[in-house]
């Protein structure tokens, strides 16, 4: 596509965290992300870890964010792990971080690990003005889990609340959407991820409540809206 991007289709990429997180993932994949990010206009790119480094270098005369992942995707590293981790991509210039919770604790009502483990990550990015999310990973959990998941991140200074990993059947549903806006009220965002590869969808998570959306078809996305350099 030539010329300037139509507002509407700019404010639909502008929601978009460009996600590549598979483990086969090669340093031509992580180039034709961040190309394409920079070219659409997207929100960020989420990456693992090991690829901060070369999104923030690439990206670096771009507005697109790099974005990378916590305790991915299992949640079940300890909590110095996380903060190292933390720490780690930060210093390679990620300025958002998505982060597992420990769900097995959630599930026990250990309800103070939690907490304590999103707060110890929290100060890590409020010292760096990196915003984060926490993933409750909404599949596995009940609907009073979810309700706590999101009232205990919000309690720990998280920025966002996520849905899912994208790891488990069963990502963003529109009902998991709108009760995690219901409980988080308006000021902290959420972020629906997992599943999403159409505009329908898309737009019916932000009917819900969403104020962010993890995909990797992003580009077929923006097709369905007019974008034939998608």
Known sequence: ?????????????SLIDHTLLKPDAT?????QLCDEAAHSGFATVCVNPVWVGLCTTRLSATPVVVCSVVGFPLGATTGDVKVF????VIAHGARELDMVIDIGALRNGEWLVVERDISAVAAVCG???ARLKVIIE???LTEA??????Q????????FVKTSTGFWPGGATVADV??????VGPAVGVKAAGGIRDLATLRAMVDAGATRIGCSASLAILSEMGDTSA
């Open 138 to 140: 909404t599949a596995l």
């Open 145 to 150: 889990e979810k309700v706590a998941a999101c």
């Open 127 to 129: 010292a760096a003005a």
């Open 178 to 183: 709108r009760l995690m806006r219901q409980t």
């Open 27 to 31: 340093r031509r994949h992580i180039d």
């Open 1 to 13: 596509m030539t010329g300037p991007i139509r507002p509407e289709l700019a404010r639909v990429a």
């Open 85 to 88: 981790e933390a720490t780690r």
């Open 152 to 159: 205990i991140a919000v309690g720990a200074g998280a920025d």
